[in-house]
C-alpha cells in the first residue's frame, strides 16, 4: 500500500500514477474488511471506481506528463527541509501513540453504549446505520450539506457560459 | 505500534503535495491523505478477536467492532468523493484557461 | 460506442439499479445502506452515459433532472428531522415505532433516512460525472 502510494507521486506518466493510486485504495477497501468493516469496504470499492473514473477523464483530454524537476538550489532546499520535516513529525507522532489506547484494545468510553443499548433503543441490528442515522443525526446532516456545497461549487466552476473575463 | 502505517502513508501524501509541482499529483496526493485518516480511524475502532458491528438473527451478543469511528469514516469517504471532483473541476478550469499544470508557470502568468 | 456494449449495458444498467435499491433498503439490517446505494445507482447512471452518449441538449435535460433529485433528497432528510421536532419536540426523534426486529419495516425512521441519503448521494454523483462530460461535449 505504501508502495503504491510512493508509486503514485514519483512515476512521471499521469496515468500511470493514478492506476498506483487505484493500488492504494483498493488495499485500503481489502484491510477495512479484515478491521471488522464491510459497511467501509463497500463504500469504498465504488468511490475508488469513480474518483479512477473523475480523474481520468480529467486527464485524457488535456495532457499526462508530469512537469519535470528543474535542478535549482531552491528545490534541493526544499526537498531536505521535508525530509527533515517528517523525520521530525515521525518522531513526535511516535510519541503520541503511547497516549492512544493499545492496538486491538480501544478504550470504549462511548461506543460501550451504544453497543450495550443501540440496538435496544433503535431497533436497527446493523449498528452503524444506526448510529449513523439515529444517534448521531447532526453530523450526517452536517456531511450531506457539505457535499451538496460540493456539487453547487462544482457546477458552478464548470457551467457552459464562462464568466466575463 | 501497527499506527506507524497509516502516518507513513500520510506523510508520503504530505511530501507529494510540498514537493510536487503539478496539479493532478496534488490532487492524487490529498486524496492518499484522505485515505491514510480513514485507515488510522478505522485502526483506532479495531477490537482483537471481534465481529463486525451487525447483530444475526439468533446469535445474542458477541464482541463487536467499535461502531462510532465506523459512521464517521463513512460519510468522510463520500465527502471525500466531492471534494476531488471539485479539485479536478477547479484543474480543468485552470488548465483551460493557462495550458498548463505547472503552478510555477500558473503564478508567473498572473492571468 | 460500439453494439455490443449498447446492449450489455442496456441489459445490466435495470439490474444495478434494482441492486442499489436492494442495498438501501436494506441498509438498516445488512452491510450498506443510504450510501452505498445511492453510489450504486449512480454507478448505473454514469454506465448509460458513457455507452450511449447523446447530445448536449439530453445531458443537460438529464442533469438538471439529477440536481433536482439531489436537492429533493435533502430536503426529505430536513423534512424527517424537523417532523420530529415538530411532533415530539426534539430533533431527530424516532417519531415511528421500532416494529418487529429484523423485518424491512421497522427501526423507525431508519429507513426513510436510508433512502432520502440514497437519493441525495446519486443524484450528486451523478450531477458531478455529467457535468463533466457536459464540459468536454462543451469544449469540442
Known sequence: ?165 | MVYILPIILFLVGLFGVLVKRNLIKIIISVSIMDYALFLLLAMIGYRSEAMPPIEVKGIEYVKFVDPLPQALVLTAIVIGLATTALLVGIAIRIYQKYGTFDIEKIRKLKG | MSEIVKTVSRIFAPLIIIFGIYVTLHGHLTPGGGFAGGLVIAGAVILLVLAYGGGIERLTRERTTTSRLESSGILLFWFVAVLGLVIGGIFFLNIMGKGIPFAIFSAGIIPVCNIAIAIEVGGAISTILLALVLFKRDKK
Not at chain 1, 40 to 50: C, G, K, S, Y
Not at chain 1, 119 to 134: C, D, H
Open chain 1, 1 to 165: 500500500m505504501i508502495l503504491g502510494a510512493i508509486l503514485a507521486i514519483w512515476l512521471p506518466n499521469l496515468m500511470a500514477a493514478i492506476i498506483s493510486m487505484g493500488i492504494v485504495g483498493y488495499s485500503l477497501a481489502l484491510s477495512f474488511m479484515f478491521l471488522g468493516a464491510p459497511d467501509l469496504a463497500i463504500v469504498q470499492i465504488i468511490v475508488e471506481t469513480m474518483s479512477l473514473i473523475i480523474l481520468i477523464a480529467a486527464i485524457i483530454k488535456t495532457t499526462e506528463k508530469d512537469t519535470p524537476d528543474e535542478k535549482k538550489l531552491s528545490r534541493a532546499v526544499l526537498y531536505i527541509g521535508s525530509t527533515a520535516f517528517f523525520v521530525v513529525f515521525l518522531l513526535m507522532s511516535i510519541k503520541v501513540f503511547y497516549q492512544l489506547p493499545p492496538f486491538g484494545n480501544p478504550a470504549l468510553r462511548m461506543a460501550s453504549d451504544y453497543i450495550a443499548s443501540g440496538f435496544e433503543k433503535t431497533g436497527a441490528p446493523n449498528l452503524v446505520a444506526a448510529v449513523i442515522l439515529n444517534l448521531r443525526g447532526y453530523d450526517t446532516l452536517g456531511e450531506v450539506t457539505v457535499l451538496f456545497a460540493a456539487v453547487v461549487g462544482l457546477v458552478v466552476v464548470l457551467r457552459k457560459t464562462g464568466r466575463k473575463r
